[in-house]
């Protein structure tokens, strides 16, 4: 392991590094219990610990590669197992702490990494759930950066099966715009923004549709780019291999800025498609949205607001070496 101070002096030497910057990357992990082996017997790799280890020391080895200049890591479909969480924050927890949010009656959630630096100070975490259309969520991070706050959503959406949860999907979606509006309008319009004249939001994660679908169009009309999009002309082809071995592109990291006066307003509200759906489906989706109007719910069944945590300023770590991988293959 490396000591902290060597850290700083290799992120600094990085030529992605931008001092004035802040680094965000997401990661899905695929928790075991999704992971398939036709090969074995059981075919879950939650079964096969060797397995699951192997591949999983090669994804802390990367980020802890990637650690050297990324200072938020979102990561989706962490297993919580004590095992499995405690592998990541053995590696992790030198350069970075962490948030944690376990999906609804699933084995999975998501984790946010924010890297300990006295430029960096973690200050409150919002729990996003979406119980009331399905049991993905979403993890919101106030950051201040050099006494500046920013907002930072690692979230999952629902994998788009059919026409049905590709609406789901969208629903989501304005979940999260409206929450992070409702969230800078408690937190940080009037008090928070210090000096700052705008606050910049990063919404990343596994969004599980293309550069084509209705959620990317979503975002990139509300104001948000995609960082891969803008940095490189082009949208990434490929993030991810699916089950059945198709490359396909559905991680994403949005981002933009908003003033004062664009806090203060309500966003748009979006145009849903009309989809060809069953009489069940359309009752449970029409049902939703008259909560969400008549303002019974916000979708997020009110989780956001209770699971709001303070936390403490950010501890600086002793100069000590990482903790080795006490899972190794």
């Known amino acids: 392991g490396r000591r902290r101070g060597h850290y700083d002096s290799n992120r600094r030497n990085h030529p992605l590094y931008d001092p ?7 990661f899905n992990v695929l928790a075991p219990p999704y992971n398939k082996l036709p090969s074995m017997v059981p ?6 610990q060797k397995h699951y280890w192997d ?46 949010f376990r999906r609804h009656k699933k084995p999975d959630g998501l984790a946010t990494y924010v890297r300990k630096s006295r430029h960096l100070e973690l200050v409150r975490v919002w729990k996003i759930s979406f119980t009331d259309v399905s049991a993905q969520n979403a993890l919101l991070t106030e950051i201040h950066h050099t006494d500046r706050p920013m907002v930072v959503i690692n979230c999952h959406l629902t994998y788009p099966h059919d026409e049905y949860h590709n609406r789901l999907r969208i629903l989501q979606a304005h979940v999260i715009l409206r929450l992070v509006h409702k969230y800078m309008r ?41 960082a891969y999009a803008q940095a490189n002309g082009h949208e990434a082809q490929v993030t991810q291999l699916t089950r059945e071995g198709d490359k396909v592109a559905s991680d994403y990291s949005f981002f933009r800025t908003y003033t004062r006066e664009e806090m203060e307003s309500e966003p748009s509200i979006p145009t849903l498609p009309a989809f060809d759906m069953d009489a069940a489906q359309v009752a449970h989706v029409e049902r939703i949205e008259a909560k969400r109007k008549e303002g019974a719910v916000d979708l997020s069944g009110e989780e956001a607001a209770e699971a709001d945590e303070v936390l403490p300023p950010a501890v600086h770590p002793p100069a000590a070496a990482a903790a080795a991988p006490a899972h190794g293959g």
């Open 20 to 26: 004035f910057g802040l680094s965000v990357l997401t």
């Open 43 to 48: 075919s879950s790799e939650r079964h096969h």
């Open 55 to 100: 591949r999983n020391n090669c994804i802390l080895t990367m980020l802890r590669s990637k650690a050297l200049f990324a200072d938020v890591l979102c990561l989706q479909e962490m297993w919580f197992t004590p095992e499995f969480l405690e592998g990541y924050d053995s590696i992790l927890h030198e350069t970075h702490r962490s948030s944690k």
């Open 186 to 226: 408690a937190h940080i319009m009037h008090s928070g923004m210090g000096e700052a004249d705008v606050v910049p939001v990063v919404i990343t994660g596994d969004f599980n549709g293309d550069a084509t679908d209705d959620v990317y169009k979503f975002f990139t009309t509300r104001g948000y780019q995609s």
